[in-house]
């Protein structure tokens, strides 16, 4: 029961040259402005890379960046560069292998406090936190608990400096900075018509000019095993409807 896209985990000092240029391949194939200085440094800035070929050509198809720190006695994962071509939307194996690094730092600490912190630059990447996980902030359905926003904001300021504008809770990085190509993933009437991407929108209304949406997601033991098996079960269900597809392919022929 393969996934057609395979996941991989290294560490950003074991990539080679190859992978680093395919990689900038990608992100400028999806974003407009990525210098590979700016690519470079923003890789450099990170520990873990996770890498998403396709299983049968071998071919790089996404891949995400992270930043593991500690800050004020918590864990924090800072999720850098992150981009998967269009033609692989809706695969999970990302969000598998991504659950895999945190279920493993957080039974390293398990009464450690754990926390990703995600740039939303698209409703995408929004999205893959507040479907999975309920304690994000922002969104529109969750109020946080007593200082968890100055917490946000301290530590977003100490990362980002003057870049991180605290009244909106959004990031835009000084010079040229990179955005998503006109239409890849625009938020059009029926995405809008979304009540969490209504809300992106609404929080980050720069979105377009590449201006990001700083979000901080409380990780718990419960809500991440339930994250993993609702990705472990949409690889299944996809798994299922391509053997069904293809029988029915077999019996017509």
Not at 8 to 16: A, K, N, Q
Not at 212 to 236: F, H, T
């Amino acid at each position: 029961m393969l996934s057609a896209m395979k996941g991989t985990t290294v560490r950003r000092e074991d990539l080679d040259a190859g992978t680093r240029a395919r990689m900038l391949a990608l992100m400028q194939c999806c974003y407009v402005g990525v210098s590979p200085e700016r690519f470079h440094a923003d890789l450099d800035a990170k520990q873990w890379v996770f890498l998403l070929h396709a299983r049968r050509t071998r071919e790089l198809v996404g891949f995400s960046t992270v930043r593991v720190a500690e800050e004020d006695g918590v864990e924090v994962l800072y999720s850098g560069d992150t981009v998967i071509h269009p033609d692989w939307w809706g695969h999970k194996t990302l969000q598998v292998v991504f659950g895999r690094l945190l279920l493993s730092r957080k039974l390293r600490r398990p009464f450690r406090p754990l926390y990703w912190l995600l740039l939303s630059g698209g409703y995408k990447t929004y999205l893959l936190a507040v479907n999975y996980f309920p304690r994000t902030h922002p969104r529109r359905d969750w109020a946080p608990p007593e200082g968890r926003s100055e917490f946000l904001r301290a530590l977003a300021t100490r990362w980002f400096g003057a870049q991180y504008d605290a009244g909106k809770g959004t990031l835009r990085f000084d010079g040229a900075h990179y955005r998503v190509r006109d239409g890849v993933s625009p938020i059009d009437r029926d995405a809008a018509a979304h009540p969490h991407i209504a809300y992106f929108a609404e929080r980050n209304p720069g979105h377009a000019e590449g201006e990001e949406l700083v979000c901080l997601v409380e990780i718990r033991g419960w809500d991440l095993a339930r994250a993993l098996a609702r990705s472990v079960w949409g690889q299944l269900r996809r798994f299922a409807r391509r053997e069904r597809d293809a029988s029915r392919i077999r019996v017509g022929t």
